[in-house]
């Protein structure tokens, strides 16, 4: 090989290896942001939270932050309530939650809903809450009277 097939074969390897940085540049920018954490809301209601009722069953949905950022193939969070008198059930993608807050719940009580993800590879683990308060007992509607004799 002479020194001009040299020189062109050595500028050849040369851009092959801006070419490589460049790609894996492009790579890094498609790939969506690290998972970090999850915003949760409560469907249908998308503003501030008013106290629940004992009895309601609110639907809350997590998404996951920051904005782009995608849940690891498998990795299904689970849902815990800060109340024990409140059954949470979680749809298959883990992304879902509703809570049931007992009947017997404490008037003026702050419950927190609080969502986590297994770890990630670099050992972050992503969680997510929302707290909001116990509303007024619902009112029993009039569904019928009782007439007594009183004289």
Known sequence: MDKKEFNLLKDLIHLEEKTLKLLEKIFHLLQP?????FYISQLEFNMALTPLDPGAS?????????????LPAGNVPSWTSSDP?????????????????????????????????????????????????????????????????TS
């Open 85 to 149: 008198t409140v059954t949470v059930a979680v749809d298959p993608t883990g992304l879902i939650c509703t809570a049931t807050i007992a009947t017997t719940a404490t008037v003026g009580a702050s419950i927190t809903l609080t969502i986590t993800a297994a770890a990630l590879a670099d050992g972050t683990i992503p969680t997510g809450s929302i707290t909001f308060q116990v509303g007024a007992a619902p009112v029993q509607e009039v569904t019928g009277f009782t007439i007594a004799q």
């Open 33 to 37: 942001p690290q998972l970090t954490g």
């Open 58 to 70: 609110p639907v809350f949905t997590a998404t996951p932050t920051p904005a782009g950022a995608v």
